[in-house]
């Protein structure tokens, strides 16, 4: 991953810790300190939030460009299985977290269902009621901001902060039975 995503992701852990948002971050594991011939464990996802009564597994993505693709090197189909997955338990909103650096630093959740929803629409090019052009090999910042939940953020000196706890109630208020 990308320096830039790095600091993403501790942008968002560092945002947590400051609103008392419990964070796990699931570590990967390094490749070269695996033996040959070593199956190496794929994480689920990138971090675990508790917030309220809820659990928030989220996979993080950065990018500088106006969408995120669909490759396998970029969003893993295990990634998608295991936040569909687990949605099924009661307390748990799963889903994306994308960020477009370029040019506001632009973050939206999306929900695991409204993304597979998007994905399945897009890539067999059916009908939809987007208002936004879809891209049949990505999903574009137009349509997070349609399907999703924008992060709002300010930049400290350096870093991004994120109100998480903001996003988190919105959340909790339209998922939660």
Not at 140 to 166: D, W
């Amino acid at each position: 991953m990308a320096k830039e995503g790095k600091e993403f992701e501790s942008s968002i852990e560092q945002s947590s810790k400051e609103q008392g948002i419990f964070y796990f971050r699931v570590r990967d594991v390094n490749p070269m300190a695996i033996k040959a011939n070593f199956k190496l464990p794929q994480n689920k996802y990138d971090c675990l939030l508790y917030y309220k009564d809820h659990l928030f597994p989220i996979e993080m993505k950065s990018t500088k460009s106006k969408s995120i693709s669909f490759s396998e090197s970029i969003i893993k189909q295990h990634q998608i299985d295991n936040l569909l997955d687990a949605v099924n338990y009661d307390g748990v909103i799963a889903g994306f977290l994308f960020n477009f650096r370029e040019p506001d630093n632009k973050t939206y959740f999306v929900h695991i269902e409204q993304f597979i929803k998007y994905k399945h629409i897009a890539e067999n090019q059916l009908e939809h009621t987007y208002k936004s052009k879809i891209n049949k090999s990505s999903i574009p910042i137009a349509i997070c901001k349609e399907i999703g939940f924008e992060v709002t953020n300010v930049k400290k000196v350096r870093k991004y902060r994120y109100y998480l706890n903001k996003l988190f109630d919105e959340l909790i208020e339209k998922y939660s039975e």
